[in-house]
DNA sequence: TTACTTGCAAACGTTTTGCACGATT
DNA sequence: AATCGTGCAAAACGTTTGCAAGTAA
């Protein structure tokens, strides 16, 4: 999601913009995979040099909160996150670098119609996410 | 997953029985819903009073390691355990009581070529999971 | 000016580690 | 008997909270 985007958000919501959130809303936004609180903070201190941990975390807690960012489940945790899509999407991401690729139209209508009928359930969400290998860790493959 | 399956699963694999692990596994493998370190915890020390939460954590880091328990990831954190299924299959949480069903026939294969052949990528796993309301809970609604 | 935001320090809960003792094979 | 497993205590880690000072509106 487009940073202007994000900042206009917070503002609408009633969240002042200082210089801590338009440098975390800056990385988040810029960067095309999943980031811990600690990678956005010791990227965060390069524009913006004092600023704390805690406030990275702040920021982070408000964006997930308004749905700017996601959160990320990987297999060896979940504390990462990433910039929203638009819309209905899901996540395919590369296990050797950790880049990754949205896409849309999982089309699962009918499974979920069908689960639901078999287990009672009301379903009213779902998670669907891809692990592989992108282009480049193809070729250069480390494990 | 049947209890004895995984102590010869255990075994196997040159682990000892103890009196901790049975416990451990027991439970786990007895209950449907998704358990914490802690709340296993506070269950084994019902037959096995002087357990440490150490143990707990030593012994399902091991059963995770031989996939007969899984990491079930929620909303808020992946910390809780369930004993894994039998080949392929996914996972329907209710968001309300916790209790889950298992479902395979995901039928994802079309998605996944497709996707494949837009990324580039090699896709290795899939993970869908599906959040609701289980039939009890519909009826009596706490949120 | 006022309310919100910040950084610091400390608290907190969870998970891991070192070690001597105890148990399984 | 030898190795592996255990509980305890302490450490390490990630995250949250209280507070006084600073800042955006």
Not at 20 to 35: F, M, N
Not at 75 to 84: K, L, P, V
Request: glycine residues 10%; positive net charge.
């Amino acid at each position: 999601m487009d940073s202007e985007l994000c900042l206009t958000r917070l503002k609408e919501n009633g969240y002042r913009l200082t210089d801590a959130r338009k440098a975390v809303v800056e990385i988040v936004a810029a960067t095309t995979h999943a980031l811990t609180p600690v990678e956005v903070y010791d990227r965060a201190r390069m524009s913006c040099p004092g600023m704390g941990l805690v406030t990275v975390y702040r920021t982070l807690e408000k964006l997930e909160e308004l749905g700017l960012i996601q959160r990320v489940h990987q297999m060896h945790g979940c504390q990462a996150f990433i910039t929203s899509g638009n819309g209905h999407e899901h996540l395919l991401l590369c296990t050797n670098c950790g880049s990754t690729v949205r896409f849309s139209g999982d089309q699962l209508d009918r499974l979920i119609g069908s689960i639901s009928r078999h287990s009672g359930f009301i379903i009213k969400e779902h998670w669907l996410q891809l692990f592989g290998m992108c282009k480049k860790c193809q070729g250069s493959v480390k494990k």
